[in-house]
């Protein structure tokens, strides 16, 4: 009989097969596509982050009070147009509304009473789930760098400052179905000195987690991996950003910003389908590794029988 997690494993496979239409993709989700063509300027990157955080108001605002706004000079805004594939601010602001209006069109429940601030926490991240569903609708590109990933022996995967606990997590589960998994949870040199042997070893990959506030140390460290010749992955929350234009591979999701603290729902699922997909891109080890754990386990009696 296999365990239930070895059962999980063969049952959620992921599949690039659609079986129903999706609905349009996600205000946000549109947006970083559209802003994530070229290389954009950290002004420039200033107000599409901008634009994408406020599209409902933003698309209706005129080019001199967008710059107010993210307090940019007018002539960038129009720069910025031009950057992301418009003849102007005015052929721009023509695509935000339609956006925008389709949000409005399609969001009658936000109309209606948001309760306490505990229960809009728990809608913000249910709309950020939502808009990771919608991207999920095509995973393609998902399962070719879970693949990426399990073919990387060893496997490095960096957290720093608050993005530790996700790095853990993820660490932690990649272990039972990766023969070599280490985790980098120190800046600086200590996070140099581990890239390096890392890539001594054979390895070529890095997955990186880069949640807010965004660290420092997080954008030396893929920089410090691209330059010891491996291949960064990121999941984050800004699909355009300092660590976003340094990575190979950007996995980009919304965090709960509505307590003091923020919630990671989002990240933490893409996190569990990345391991999905390293589970799927070598069965045969995922199946025999799985095993073998629960003969361990059983032998100590690691777990409570549930």
């Not at 239930?4 to 239409?21: D, F, H, L, V, W």
């Not at 009658?108 to 950020?128: C, F, H, P, T």
């Not at 996700?166 to 140099?192: K, Q």
Request: aromatic share 6%; glycine share 8%; proline share 5%.
């Amino acid at each position: 009989m296999p365990s239930p997690q070895q059962a999980r494993a063969q049952a959620s496979a992921i599949t690039s097969g659609k079986a129903a239409p999706e609905t349009g993709a996600a205000p946000t989700s549109q947006l970083r596509e559209l802003f994530d063509r070229p290389r954009l300027s950290p002004g420039q990157r200033r107000i599409a982050q901008y634009l994408i955080e406020h599209i409902t108001e933003a698309a209706f605002l005129s080019i001199t009070d967008l710059a107010d706004r993210v307090g940019v000079s007018q002539p960038s805004v129009t720069r910025f147009a031009a950057a992301v594939g418009f003849s102007g601010y005015p052929a721009l602001r023509e695509k935000l509304q339609a956006v925008a209006l389709g949000t409005f069109a399609g969001g009658g429940a936000a109309e209606e009473e948001r309760g306490n601030e505990l229960q809009a926490a728990v809608d913000a991240e249910i709309e950020n789930l939502e808009n990771l569903r919608r991207d999920f609708a095509d995973p393609g590109r998902l399962i070719e760098v879970g693949r990426e990933l399990s073919e990387s022996t060893p496997l490095t995967v960096l957290g720093l400052r608050i993005s530790v606990s996700l790095a853990e997590y993820f660490a932690y589960a990649a272990r039972r179905i990766h023969p070599d998994v280490r985790l980098v949870t120190r800046g600086g040199s200590v996070a140099y000195d581990a890239l390096l042997q890392s890539r001594e070893a054979g390895g070529t990959w890095v997955l990186a987690f880069s949640l807010p506030r965004h660290a420092q140390e997080t954008l030396a460290a893929v920089r410090q991996a691209r330059g010891a010749g491996l291949r960064v992955a990121v999941i984050t929350d800004l699909a355009l950003g300092p660590v976003a234009d340094e990575a190979d591979v950007t996995f980009a999701t919304g965090t709960g910003s509505r307590l003091v603290f923020d919630s990671y729902a989002a990240p933490g699922v893409m996190a569990a389908a990345l391991l999905q997909a390293m589970t799927d891109a070598d069965p045969e080890r995922t199946q025999a590794r799985l095993e073998a754990y629960e003969q361990v386990s059983d032998q100590h009696h690691f777990f409570l029988r549930d």
